[in-house]
């Protein structure tokens, strides 16, 4: 049986595609058409999936999309009924696209996919799981457990803005749903949106900004208590109530009122290019704190109802990593595991699974390893000859190696050396993280290295933390963690004897100060909150990149080396040589490695173009 899963039109499009429930590939539009979080029908990585499957449309059973159209268009309805008069410009800036595309869902569909192949539309289904359905089931059917707890927690899909399921063997029942305008995701964003990040791109920013909230701070405790006394209500058993009179998203098209806003926390919406002060990370902080707490109350629910040994998570707020983090040590679950696509590209995954499980009713085989997510590797990969291409368009003088361990020798010595280096190998990653095949590569020990990676490479905010990739075996020599985290989802501290003390009134600092402040022997992986978000490489998923790290812990003794995703702000990470290539001569990045070549910054002709990406990708 043959499924095509498609997510599109709202964020992230993307495409992934079932041969008799095995996941065959999956990928992002966005990383074809270079536009970040691009919602356009994904018609590259539809192509893309049914190229590598060695399918035509013809051949497919079923095409299922990741949610109901047309009972999101009764929500909007609704909401805009209920809200009324407020909202008319918005419903009627919104109307002409869902009368004109979404209310025809099928049709468009049948065109688009027309594009790319011909085909009988009559033979072949056309499926549309709802939102919240397609992200449980992208969690719980690669997931190793045959009976786990599934928490799906994002800003909206149809109705539903959370839900807990119960997945056993190849069903699931959906046991209990938080319903719009009530919504943590859209919290989140809201905030997002007031301390100056953009909505649907800038939430991972929102938590890598909240350590810099000073915990001693009466400020924290004061904007917290502002926040489930003014804006929600948190109840014990997880579901929330937002107070609509200070938010805008329901119908408007803002994320909240600002004025009123600005008189709850004392402070104007920041804008995006603001430098950022105490009382944005405090706010920060405090948003953190109560996300954190209504995420643990939903998952002691979860376990209520479902009396699961195991969890499951999709949805973007499971993309918040902190609280994953908080989560999993909890012990409210044995095992947590957490899509790496979490967020709505990960629907397309979701909506395929759930056609061939719960629409045609096919057994389902539990993975024997890890997961069945073959380690998020599932995108395209590129051989020798396209970056033989590359280099004779861009006339680059390149080192080409015979053995792949001398070249991991000669990259660890030059990351040993504090040379920044770009890594691009195998199969792309489908989800927003970076994996050890399209990354950004450093020395976890050389104190400046963050600051060059942030100000010089990815030219963004500096306050940005990196993740550090571990050799899973010896995760535990470095953090305070003996699990697995293969795709970077979960927060952990560094082990104490891998700190430094801080100094007196540490707490009180400026964000600037705090940042620059040796923290660990890895300081440019270590947060200011002394955690890290922690990538376990594992050698039976990513040999490649697993023996390159055993090759920098022979030369360092570290067995830790940093890892950020291969873009600069605002584009989409890497996805073929050129991409590669084009982004390294973009960059202030030192060496940049596509399978066995390696390309010297030093040795490469003038670069033409090198701000030409501030003018082709919007900031984020």
Not at 83 to 107: C, I, N, Q, T
Not at 434 to 441: E, M, P, Q, V
Not at 576 to 599: I, K, S
Request: charged residues 25%; contains cysteine.
């Amino acid at each position: 049986m043959n499924i095509l899963g498609i997510s599109a039109f709202y964020h992230d499009s993307a495409a992934a595609v079932l041969r008799d429930g095995v996941i065959m590939a999956a990928a992002q539009e966005e990383r074809f058409t270079r536009k970040k979080h691009d919602p356009a029908f994904p018609t590259n990585a539809v192509r893309y999936c049914l190229q590598e499957s060695g399918l035509s449309i013809d051949q497919l059973d079923a095409v299922a999309f990741y949610d109901k159209p047309l009972l999101k268009f009764e929500r909007l309805l609704e909401t805009y009924q209920a809200f009324a008069p407020r909202g008319l410009s918005s419903f009627l800036a919104g109307m002409p696209v869902w009368l004109k595309e979404k209310m025809f869902l099928k049709r468009l569909l049948r065109e688009e996919l027309n594009k790319i192949g011909t085909f009988d539309s009559s033979k072949i289904k056309l499926l549309f799981p709802e939102h919240h359905l397609s992200h449980a089931a992208s969690a719980f059917y690669p997931s190793p457990f045959e009976d786990a707890a599934i928490l799906t927690v994002d800003g909206v899909g149809e109705w539903a803005t959370a839900s807990i399921c119960h997945g056993q063997g190849k069903d699931i029942s959906i046991l209990r749903e938080l319903q719009f305008p009530h919504s943590l995701g859209l919290l989140y964003s809201a905030f997002t949106y007031f301390l100056g990040f953009r909505v649907n791109s800038g939430e991972y920013k929102l938590m890598g900004l909240a350590p810099y909230g000073n915990p001693k701070s009466p400020d924290v405790d004061r904007y917290v208590k502002v926040i489930l006394e003014e804006l929600v209500d948190a109840r014990p058993d997880g579901s929330i109530w937002l107070d609509q009179r200070y938010f805008d998203y329901a119908t408007g098209l803002r994320m909240v009122r600002d004025k009123d806003w600005e008189r709850l926390f004392g402070f104007p919406k920041r804008q995006p290019e603001d430098p950022i002060e105490a009382w944005h990370c405090n706010l920060g902080l405090a948003i953190q704190r109560v996300t954190e707490e209504v995420v643990i109350r939903m998952a002691q629910e979860a376990k209520r109802l479902t009396g699961a040994r195991h969890l499951c998570l999709a949805g973007g707020v499971a993309l918040n990593c902190v609280a994953n983090g908080k989560l999993q040590k909890s012990g409210i679950f044995e095992e947590v595991f957490i899509q790496p696509a979490a967020g709505d590209a990960g629907g397309s995954l979701g909506a395929a699974l759930a056609a061939q499980h719960i629409y045609f009713n096919q057994a389902r085989k539990t993975a024997p390893s890890l997961d069945d997510m073959q380690g998020s590797y599932l995108g395209p990969e590129f051989g020798d000859h396209d970056v033989l291409l590359v280099a004779r368009k861009y006339t680059a003088p390149y080192e080409q190696f015979a053995s792949f361990e001398d070249l991991a020798e000669k990259t660890a010595s030059l990351l040993a050396e504090g040379n920044v280096v770009g890594w691009v190998q195998g199969r792309m990653e489908f989800g927003p993280r970076a994996l050890g095949n399209r990354s950004i590569l450093g020395d976890p020990r050389n104190p400046e290295m963050q600051k060059k990676l942030n100000l010089k490479i990815k030219y963004r905010e500096s306050f940005r933390p990196f993740a550090p990739s571990v050799q899973a075996e010896h995760v535990a020599e470095y953090f305070y963690f003996q699990g697995i985290s293969p795709y970077m989802l979960l927060v952990q501290p560094v082990r104490a004897d891998r700190c430094v003390p801080v100094p007196e009134g540490y707490d009180d600092l400026a964000v600037r100060e705090k940042l620059y402040h040796l923290r660990s022997d890895m300081p440019s992986i270590t947060h200011i909150d002394f955690s890290a978000r922690i990538q376990t490489v594992h050698r039976e998923t990513n040999p490649r990149y697993w023996n390159l790290i055993e090759a920098f812990r022979k030369l360092t003794g570290m067995g830790v080396i940093v890892n950020t995703s291969f873009n600069v702000r605002g584009e989409p990470i890497v996805c073929t040589p050129e991409d590669a290539f084009r982004c390294f001569m973009r960059t202030e990045m030192d060496y940049l490695v596509v399978g066995n070549f390696l390309f010297d910054k030093k040795k490469q002709p003038e670069w033409m173009e090198k701000d030409g990406w501030k003018e082709e990708f919007v900031l984020d």
